[in-house]
């Protein structure tokens, strides 16, 4: 890489450029030239929709290239009901259903810090014997939870692996 040389015409230009910039960097917007914008990205603004009963009506833009052959097709079909396009998604199956051990556990895992922090918040004297049974409890809940999770996803016999490590 070259040397910057302040004698050199391309550093020169280089030098003034940075200047200018650094000189209209504190100067308000409309004291600056304004940047030409490309005629080709004039657009008109869209004329806004009209509202008919339930039925919304969208004018449809034509091409860049003019009137085309499908504008007489689209100008006489009606326009679609609002509702016609809406997803509705089927009921979510219910929630399955807990054993006792497994309530116990989610039970001992909020319980425990859900205590602590109702102690502290409302600044109760707790015993150290209580704290201890609340940690305890926690890590119990957490201790369950985690041995309880079911592998068979990865003992399928179909023969596809999938993304199982």
Known sequence: MAE??????????????????????????????????????EMPPPPPPSVLGA????????PAGGTGAGSAERSAAKPAAVDDDRFVPPPPPPLPKL?????????????????LLVATAAQWSMPGLFVFIAVAAFVAGVALLVFRLSDSDRNDSDGDDGAVL
Do not use: C, M
């Open 55 to 62: 039925t919304i009506i969208v004018p449809v833009s034509e």
């Open 99 to 115: 054993d006792p051990l497994s309530k116990g556990a989610w039970l001992a895992l909020f319980g425990g810090p859900g205590y």
């Open 4 to 41: 910057w040389d302040p004698n050199s015409d391309e550093d020169a230009r280089e030098d003034a450029a940075w200047r200018d910039l650094v000189a209209r960097f504190d100067s308000p917007l409309s004291a600056q030239d304004p940047v030409p914008w490309p005629e080709r990205e």
